[in-house]
């Protein structure tokens, strides 16, 4: 029996069994939008959360997202427009010509509106978008479509950043900017909320906030036309400093209105128009007002007027460079005032001499004008520095206390300095005397720190001068001249100002200064063994101290003046000429008596003096001790027996037989000595004092004709100077261009003066004919020749 076989039947899977009530989209639809509604209305409190999240899930999950998307929507700008028309269309201002207090006053209703419905807007919005996360989640991605909180600020930007709110808005802001610019007070936080709600609010397509695309380009141009009226105004009626208080202030005030209720946005626009307006175009008539300018800052001392000038000059870029070049042009000019004044003097005293000089028949009242001329020229010479110091320390002060100590505004205030300086053709000699001055015994009691830092600023002056090299001949002279008297305030004192110099020329500048302090040393020990000598042997009768000079270092004649010396004096000049040749064998010894000085004890007819006279002086009055009473010697007796060239033996007689103390008579009385003269032994003289020192040369400014002769010497060591430098550079480089060669040089020698490119061709010219250098064919360079 065959087997049936069993058909498997597939079973039906039935679909799941429903639960709950059917879905009804309307209903759904109208039950949401009335809890909407009452969100809107504040009634939230009375809804449930969970009931409304339900409706809008099912919408979405049963394919009706885009009802929700778009009903809400609709919703939200309903609301929109209700909100503007309860609250923000009833407060638009309606006196356009009101007073300025009033219009701001209707104006910052109308911000607060703003904000209020911003407020009510976005409350209600937020607890919406909680409502629907489940459609911001699921339909707003996969549509590509804002969420509902970027959809509800979209519809705010359509239904109130609008026509005509948008208009009344940016007013208001503006009326309350500039309610505030002309000094009242206003209500900043309500300014402040309404553009908050603008920062926030962003438009899409422009990718900028509703507050840079509309308000901040109107509030820029309403500031640019204020701000080109304020700085006419101002420059009408304030002075410099006020003006610059002003914009100052300004500048504050928009700061802080760019971050109280504007945006730190606008702060730098803002900034930008007040410089491009307030200053920029006005900084050469601030700096040159009349009675308040940059001169008169500087006079009054305004460190504060002058560093708010330099605080709002730094922040446009043509305000330094205006700053430096008017410092430059009011130091230039205060500096040729001081100069005039100097130079006016002394054109008077050189006329003076002049005229002297030419007249033979001058008489005592001629001399005696222009020797007080030259002491004034002195006093001067001295004042010129001291002015130049003052004016240094008032604009250094200026500079540190003002300037922020700016380099650049450092830089130009040396140049002028250095420009007005070097006009002044004694300025060298001047410096080297107010040196002189201030190193001298005795002088002023000034404590050694005081001196210093007088010679510290006076370091600073000599910095700036060009001609260093005529600076060291002066120095040379002032500074011979004070060790031979003794009247260094102090050995300390000195080589502390050769070491500033050395500091600022190098080691070459000074071996010689420093030569003639070894000299000096070498001096006092060669004496001490002198007078050692002296006690094994018999001593010459007149006691002698001797400074042995090494001609190179001294600036002096190397030949000897010519002086017949008294039996006396040979005696002892030749006791310590075989001394000092005994120790020291190939030297050659010449007495130098223009630069020596004597004691003496002279006996009058009241009283006995001791007399202080330069070698010259006890030559001719020794003359004198031998002849009777009342004898005389003419001016040709005098100059036969001593042999004293003219000009030192009339200076000499002059300061004997002229002066305050007249230790001989000159026939016929005068104050000039003419080789017509004669002379007697003044036995009647009396004077108070014990102790006269007669012929006391004070360092003075020179004259025209020692100027002269002071300014070829210069030259001539210029074109040493010159010629070595060439010999220097051209033996190391071997071969080198006419420019290279004369750059180099130039270069060179700028520590020492300011060499000119002419003179430097002159004497490469003068190179090539005595066969240290050939020129090469191409005519523009030259080989060294060994």
């Known amino acids: 029996m065959a087997a049936v076989p069993r058909v498997r039947v597939k079973p039906k899977i039935k679909p799941a069994k429903k639960h709950g009530p059917e879905f009804s989209i309307d209903e759904t639809w109208a039950k949401l939008s009335k809890n909407i509604v009452e969100i809107q209305n504040h009634n939230a409190a009375n809804l449930s959360y969970e009931e409304n999240h339900r409706f809008a899930y099912n919408m979405v999950l049963y394919k009706h997202g ?45 911000l607060k509106a703003v904000r209020k419905v911003w407020d009510d807007h976005t409350s209600s919005l937020s607890k919406l978008r909680d409502v629907l996360k489940y459609m911001d989640r699921v339909y707003t991605k996969s549509k590509q479509v804002p969420e509902i909180w970027d959809a509800g600020l979209l519809s705010f930007i359509e239904h109130i950043v609008r026509a005509p709110i948008q208009g009344h808005i940016i007013s208001a802001v503006l009326n309350q900017v500039q309610t505030e610019r002309d000094g009242y007070v206003i209500n900043r936080s309500a300014v402040k909320g309404c553009v908050d709600v603008l920062l926030q609010l962003f438009d899409e397509r422009a990718d900028v906030s509703v507050y840079k695309r509309d308000l901040e380009p109107v509030l820029l141009r309403e500031s640019e036309a204020f701000y080109q009226k304020e700085g006419s ?80 000059f730094v922040m446009v870029p043509a305000g330094i460079p205006t700053l430096r070049k008017a410092l430059r042009e009011t130091i230039i000019r205060r500096g040729r005032d001081i100069n005039s004044a100097s130079l006016s003097l002394e054109g008077e005293e050189a006329q003076e001499d002049e005229d002297v000089e030419k007249s033979s028949k001058a008489k005592g009242k001629g001399k005696a004008r222009a020797g007080n001329a030259g002491s004034q020229v002195l006093s001067l010479a001295l004042k010129w520095v001291q002015d130049v110091l003052d004016m240094k320390d008032k604009f250094d002060k200026t500079w540190s206390g003002a ?6 505004v450092e830089s130009s205030t040396n140049e002028a300095f250095e420009a007005f300086i070097n006009m002044h053709e004694k300025a060298p000699e001047f410096i080297s005397l107010f040196i002189d001055d201030n190193l001298k015994k005795g002088l002023k009691g000034k404590t050694d720190a005081e001196v210093d830092t007088v010679l510290d600023k006076t370091i600073t002056i000599f910095r700036f001068l060009a001609d260093k090299d005529v600076f060291e001949r002066y120095y040379k002279g002032h500074l011979a001249k004070r060790l031979r008297l003794g009247r260094s305030v102090s050995d300390d004192a000195e080589r502390n100002m050769l070491a500033k110099l050395k500091v600022e020329c190098g080691y070459q500048f000074t071996q010689k200064l420093e030569g003639m302090f070894h000299d000096m040393k070498i001096s006092a020990e060669t004496m001490q063994a002198y007078r050692n000598h002296l006690e094994t042997t018999s001593a010459p ?64 007819n009241s009283r006995t003096h001791d007399l202080n006279v330069s ?67 003044n036995a009647d003289f009396s004077a108070p004092l014990q102790k ?37 550079i051209m033996k190391n480089r071997k071969h080198m261009t006419h420019n290279d060669l004369v750059s180099e040089v130039a270069r060179q020698l700028s520590s020492r003066f300011q060499p000119n490119p002419l003179n430097i061709k002159k004497r490469i010219e003068g190179l090539i004919e005595r066969e240290y250098l050939e020129r090469c064919e191409d005519r523009k360079s030259y080989n060294y020749l060994a």
Request: glycine share 2%.
């Open 66 to 110: 885009e009802t929700l998307y778009q009903g809400t929507k609709k919703l939200i700008a309903e609301n929109l427009d209700k909100l503007a028309n309860e609250y923000i269309v009833p407060a638009f201002p309606t006196h356009v010509d009101a007073d300025p207090l009033e219009k701001a006053q209707a104006g910052e209703l109308l």
């Open 233 to 312: 105004h101002l420059l009408e009626t304030c002075d410099a400093a006020e003006y610059l208080r002003r914009v100052e202030s300004r500048l504050d005030q928009e700061e802080s209105r760019a971050h109280h209720f504007l945006s730190s946005q606008t702060s730098l626009p803002l900034r930008r128009i007040l410089e491009e307006k307030l200053i920029s175009p006005h900084l050469s008539t601030i700096i040159s007002m009349p009675n308040s300018g940059l001169d008169v800052m500087i006079d009054l001392d305004k460190i504060d007027d002058l560093a708010r000038l330099y605080r709002l």
């Open 403 to 408: 300037f922020q100590s700016d380099r650049d």
């Open 541 to 604: 009768d007149v006691e002698i101290s001797v400074i042995v000079m090494t001609s190179t270092f001294w600036p002096m004649s190397h030949s000897g003046s010519p002086c017949n010396f008294p039996a006396e004096l040979l005696k002892t000049a030749k006791s310590f000429e075989q001394f000092y040749l005994s120790r020291h064998s190939g030297r050659r010894l010449t007495w130098q008596p223009s630069l020596g000085n004597a004691d003496i004890r002279a006996r009058f």
């Open 615 to 681: 070698t010259y002086a006890l030559v001719i009055l020794l003359l004198f001790e031998d002849l009777a009473d009342g004898t005389s010697l003419s001016y040709q007796d005098i100059k036969s027996a001593t042999a004293i060239p003219d000009t030192d033996l009339q200076r000499n007689l002059q300061s004997l037989a002229c002066a305050k103390y007249k230790i001989l008579k000159k026939h016929p009385y005068g104050r000039d000595v003419n080789p017509e003269d004669s002379f007697t032994f």
């Open 692 to 728: 006269i020192k007669i012929s006391t040369v004070a360092a003075r400014v020179e004259s025209t004709d020692e100027r002269k002769e002071t300014k070829d010497r210069v030259e001539e060591e210029r074109r040493h100077q010159t010629e070595a430098c060439i010999v220097r």
